[in-house]
């Protein structure tokens, strides 16, 4: 049995998909930063070390640091994984004032 990739036993399912994977992307609820921030982030920030800062000393730091730091900088090597609505609810949800 021949696998026909133009015809219609293929072509049909892989337009379909083309077109509803964007509209399912798109109507996605954003990501709860909670729900992140303790995934994510809490196994590190919410002990007790020197060199990591705690989740309070995070919530005083400008929300554009903790972006410098995922995105270039310190933890960019944890956070490269994270899509960039991840970072920003996790910013939002655990920094001083709002992320812009």
Do not use: W
Not at 19 to 25: C, D, E, S
Not at 32 to 38: C, F, I, K, T
């Amino acid at each position: 049995m021949r696998l026909r990739i133009n015809g219609p036993r293929v072509g049909l399912p892989i337009t379909l998909c083309a077109i509803a994977l964007p509209l399912t992307v798109l109507s996605a609820a954003p990501p709860d930063g909670e729900a992140v921030y303790r995934r994510r982030c809490a196994g590190c920030h919410e002990q007790t070390s020197p060199r990591i800062p705690t989740r309070q000393a995070l919530q005083q730091m400008p929300s554009a640091r903790i972006l410098r730091a995922l995105d270039s900088g310190a933890m960019m090597a944890v956070a490269f994984t994270m899509y960039r609505d991840e970072r920003t609810a996790v910013i939002q949800r655990t920094s001083k004032g709002k992320f812009k």
